[in-house]
């Protein structure tokens, strides 16, 4: 199927980043309504918006995806990069799509002042765990959520 390249999202990834980003959220036990799904869409077409999108390519099907944004970071008064979402479908796991778009994410950052990317996973998804850990620091860091 051929190496795993990066770019940005397009206009023709549509329908492939609304079945990538519904199973996603199937993954996480989430139903993604369609104002959900147009709602994110929208704001990954605007460029003024803060979120961007990655996509993971192998050959010419899109295969992965992930979501990030620039946010200010108070520790380095610099910026910083939070990775929203990150998605590879089942069969191309292990392929290396995941990794690629943790570097793409890194080279954004580079050539944009730097800073740190982070992100979180769910305690259980062991399998991301350990791609995570192949290619950043885990941190003691805890996560806490407050519904408002």
Same mark, same amino acid.
């Given at each position: 199927m051929g190496e795993v390249t990066v770019r940005a999202i397009e206009e023709r990834d549509a329908a *492939?980043?609304?079945e990538l980003f519904? +199973?996603?959220? /199937?993954?996480?036990e989430t139903a993604f309504d369609d104002? /959900? =799904?147009? @709602?994110?869409?929208a704001w990954l077409m605007d460029a003024e918006h803060p979120l961007f999108c990655l996509v993971a390519e192998r050959g010419t099907e899109v295969v992965g995806f992930a979501h990030v944004r620039e946010q200010p970071d108070t520790f380095t008064a610099g910026p910083g990069w939070f990775l929203d979402d990150l998605y590879t479908a089942p069969e191309s796991r292990g392929t290396g799509a995941g990794s690629a =778009? #943790?570097? +793409? #994410?890194?080279?954004?950052?580079? &050539?944009?002042? @730097?800073? &740190?990317? *982070?992100? #979180?996973?769910? +305690?259980?998804?062991?399998?991301?765990?350990r791609v995570y850990d192949r290619v950043a620091t885990r941190t003691a860091w805890v996560t806490y959520e407050k519904e408002v």
């Amino acid at each position: 199927m051929g190496e795993v390249t990066v770019r940005a999202i397009e206009e023709r990834d549509a329908a *492939r980043w609304r079945e990538l980003f519904t +199973a996603y959220g /199937v993954f996480y036990e989430t139903a993604f309504d369609d104002a /959900v =799904l147009d @709602g994110v869409w929208a704001w990954l077409m605007d460029a003024e918006h803060p979120l961007f999108c990655l996509v993971a390519e192998r050959g010419t099907e899109v295969v992965g995806f992930a979501h990030v944004r620039e946010q200010p970071d108070t520790f380095t008064a610099g910026p910083g990069w939070f990775l929203d979402d990150l998605y590879t479908a089942p069969e191309s796991r292990g392929t290396g799509a995941g990794s690629a =778009l #943790i570097e +793409a #994410i890194a080279d954004h950052a580079r &050539t944009r002042g @730097g800073g &740190t990317v *982070r992100w #979180i996973t769910a +305690a259980d998804n062991e399998r991301a765990q350990r791609v995570y850990d192949r290619v950043a620091t885990r941190t003691a860091w805890v996560t806490y959520e407050k519904e408002v």
